[in-house]
């Protein structure tokens, strides 16, 4: 029996000094190198937040997200080990030169490129973010089969690793984006669809004018779009906007002034459209907050167009003193949006971008927090965990 013991506590101790030399000389930055390992978890429902900023992570609710997808270099050593404490997904943010599309080698030196950095990082994968147009089949084909490398490539590693692919609100050529939807689904774990900026290619307007941002309705089409290509409503994520649009300058502001409704435009074509939203300007929820906070400047009350279920207001510039008008996303339009992910079964949803909000303002931060995370019936609030 002593024997027995004396050996298990030899093989305790070898085990325990082996894992922390090879977590010290590999650089895992976390005390317990358990933290340094890809997150083993199966597939489950998703909260994914984009984020942007590299310093407000110690601001999240850490127990509702399940993904952090990283869109800047660098990562602190303490945002690896919260993370990963708290069973979240740390991916990396990625593009691809889609000029390299057809060349071999550099699609193998960039996949390996890739690995190289989910692995010296201790992170769990990747997420896509290609939005180049393309409308040659063969170039879409091939862009399918670059995610499907890199799936394989990293499964093959781990097959806890994530792989997933942002994509438009619609598989219909949105801003000429002809993928090959039905192929990047299923040679990824996720898509997740940008149910936002809907408004980048408006046609058959006489006059262009200001809309919303991120209608359900739109959000509705598209997914039934995406599901009627055969992708499971399992492997779609609605992404959903916490910013805005700013039109500056309605053409037609002067006469109705705050009580304008429709805010006509300048044409600002886009990939073949002649009206879009890059007419305007994006801010983030923060901003809007508070600029509908401002005593001195002159806001109608926030608006709510039914038809696009979303808010809106107008406001006067104190510099032009011509009429703006915002449209956005508050706590109730995107409640009803996560209301529909919700009935959709879908797999999740997810926030571009998680830093657009204030946290040290609990009172407007907070509400919009919880919308996101009311996907998850368990979660009533973001002071309960999901676990
Ligand atoms: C990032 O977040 C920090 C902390 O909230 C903030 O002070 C800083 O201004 C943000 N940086 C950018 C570029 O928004
Ligand atoms: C393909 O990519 C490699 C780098 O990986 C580069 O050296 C080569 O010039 C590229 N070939 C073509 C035809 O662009
Ligand atoms: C969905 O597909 C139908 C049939 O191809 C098309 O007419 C419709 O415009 C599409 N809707 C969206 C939002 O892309
Ligand atoms: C705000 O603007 C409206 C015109 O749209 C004007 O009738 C009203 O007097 C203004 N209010 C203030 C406080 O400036
Ligand atoms: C854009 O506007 C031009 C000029 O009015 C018109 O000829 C053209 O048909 C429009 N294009 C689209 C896609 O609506």
Redesign the pocket.
């Given at each position: 029996m002593r024997i027995i013991l004396l050996l298990f506590l030899i093989v305790f101790v070898v085990v325990q000094s082996s894992s922390s030399s090879s977590s010290s000389s590999s650089g895992c930055p976390c005390d317990s190198s358990y933290l340094c390992e890809p997150l083993q978890i199966a597939p489950r429902q998703e909260f994914l937040g984009f984020s942007l900023n590299s310093t407000q992570y110690p601001n999240y609710y850490w127990n509702q997200l399940t993904t952090l997808a990283i869109f800047y270099e660098t990562i602190e050593d303490e945002l690896l080990c919260i993370a990963h404490e708290n069973d979240v997904r740390l991916v990396w943010g990625t593009t691809f030169p889609i000029g390299?599309l057809g060349?071999s080698?550099?699609i193998e030196?960039w996949i390996q490129g890739q690995i190289e950095k989910v692995q010296s990082t201790f992170t769990d994968g990747l997420n896509f973010d290609v939005e180049s147009p393309i409308t040659d089949p063969t170039i879409a084909q091939q862009y399918t089969e670059l995610v499907s490398a890199t799936n394989k490539a990293f499964k093959a590693i781990n097959p806890f690793y994530q792989i997933s692919i942002d994509v438009a609100w619609s598989p219909s050529c949105i801003d000429k984006r002809c993928y090959d939807y039905a192929g990047l689904a299923s040679n990824s774990d996720f898509l997740v669809a940008m149910d936002y900026d809907e408004r980048s290619q408006v046609f058959g307007e006489k006059v262009c004018t200001a809309g919303a941002n991120s209608s359900p309705s739109n959000a509705l089409a598209g997914i039934n779009n995406f599901t009627d290509l055969g992708i499971s409503t399992d492997q779609l994520v609605m992404g959903l906007p916490w910013y805005g649009y700013i039109y500056k300058n309605c053409l037609n502001g002067d006469e109705a002034g705050l009580e304008t409704v429709v805010c006509e435009i300048e044409s600002v074509p886009f990939r073949g459209a002649n009206c879009s939203d890059a007419a305007g300007s994006e801010y983030d929820y923060s901003y809007l907050v508070q600029l509908l906070q401002d005593q001195t400047i002159n806001s109608s009350a926030v608006q709510w167009n039914t038809e696009w279920q979303s808010p809106y207001f107008n406001y006067i510039d104190p510099i032009t003193g011509n009429v703006d008008q915002v449209w956005f996303d508050n706590p109730q339009s995107l409640s009803i949006k996560v209301q529909l992910a919700q009935k959709l079964n879908l797999r999740g949803v997810a926030v571009w971008n998680i830093d657009f909000l204030d946290f040290s303002d609990q009172y407007n931060s907070r509400p919009m927090w919880d919308a996101l995370a009311s996907f998850f019936p368990q979660s009533a609030s973001s002071e309960q965990s999901l676990n």
């Open positions: 390299n060349n080698s550099y030196e």
